[in-house]
């Protein structure tokens, strides 16, 4: 069965970024920006419930269901970064208390960096490759940072380490227009020689005023939970689902995992580098996904590439284990509201919206709406190769697909 698609010109939002409403306090890769889902909520009437987000990231629905005036929302995701941002915007702090201890930090690291002899003291983080992304005066001003960070109160120390994520990747040899990670040219970096320092401070300075500025006022009286790892079946029932989950496996669209490396170093998170093999469609599978609508898609890949057609068959294995865990969790007549790409490979285009329908379908759930709206505003790569050969790019999708499902 095929679902009808209707353009619908509204959810554009063009000319508008993610901060045009509220801007982020960390920058993540292929957000969803709030507005969308802000408008979705609105013109299907949606003012009261429990809001679920089975791959919340940096907490765009989140934002959302604050202008809506959802007050209990739940989140999930499996990388630790963003975790720590989510959590970050939607805890309600004693921003006095955050002032107090940015002006402690801020005299503590400074008079520590005065004698030669304290930086010397500090041990330096060890991992593979740390010489290649960092020189070893950027490694010992970091590791000031965050020797400090580990001695603010634990109810807020977490609100500080969002600022030295970004300085962390920042003041690395990380070129930081790109989402992956590749190396600045060698000429730069004999050239490389960041105010840590400065950096970091600048950062912080700026969270704090977009959290108190954005989100402070409107978490008052909302509780928001951000959990680590995969969505499983909830004993909660929840009236709206409203997410944009990954378009497809991390390693070949958004390397969500690469982007994030440094971060969840900083967060101690010993996996780091496995983050992009354990997000959707990172498991190694033997058949192609049957069955389905999006079978015929897969069998035209595999005439080009089998082991490209079962990469596909993977994402597409844990999308739909991945609907159905959250479709037992939704209430009678709840409706879910999916924001994907379809994404190209081998130069096919793969329906993901009518797969994403088609499953809840499957789960008891009725097909309200799609709509396609042009991708003017989502931080991702402007071109790649669909066939995985050198040098043959072509640019990536321009459009996204919001797909609406209420359950039966």
Known sequence: MRYLIARNEKYDFIGQSYASQYPNIHKYPATMIPQIGIELLKETKIKKGRLLDPYCGSGSSFTAGLESGLVEMDGFDINPLAVLISRSKFSSYDIEKIDEEKQNLKNNVY????SENNLNKIL???????????SKPVLQNLAVIKFFIDKIDEKIRAFFLVPLSETTRECSYTRNNEFKLYRIKSEEVLQFNPDVFGVFFNKLKKVIEIYKTYYLPKIKDIKVSVQYGEFINSPKKYDVVLTSPPYGDSCTTVAYGQFSIFGNRCLGFENARQIDNMLMGGRTVQQIYQNSIITEYIDEISLQSQKRALKVSSYYF????????????????????????NRRVKDI???????????FEENNFNHLFTYERLLSNKSMPLRNS?????????????????????KK
């Open 386 to 406: 669909p066939s995985n050969k050198m040098g043959q790019t072509k640019g990536t999708m321009t459009k996204e697909y919001i797909v609406a499902m209420r």
């Open 318 to 341: 844990d999308l739909a284990k991945s609907i159905k865990n959250v479709a037992s969790s939704v209430k009678k007549r709840g409706i879910v509201f999916y924001i994907i790409g």
């Open 124 to 134: 330096i983080p060890q991992y593979k490759n740390i010489n290649y992304w960092f």
């Open 349 to 359: 285009q793969l329906p993901t919206d009518q797969f994403i329908a088609e499953q």
């Open 111 to 114: 008079d520590f960096i005065k």
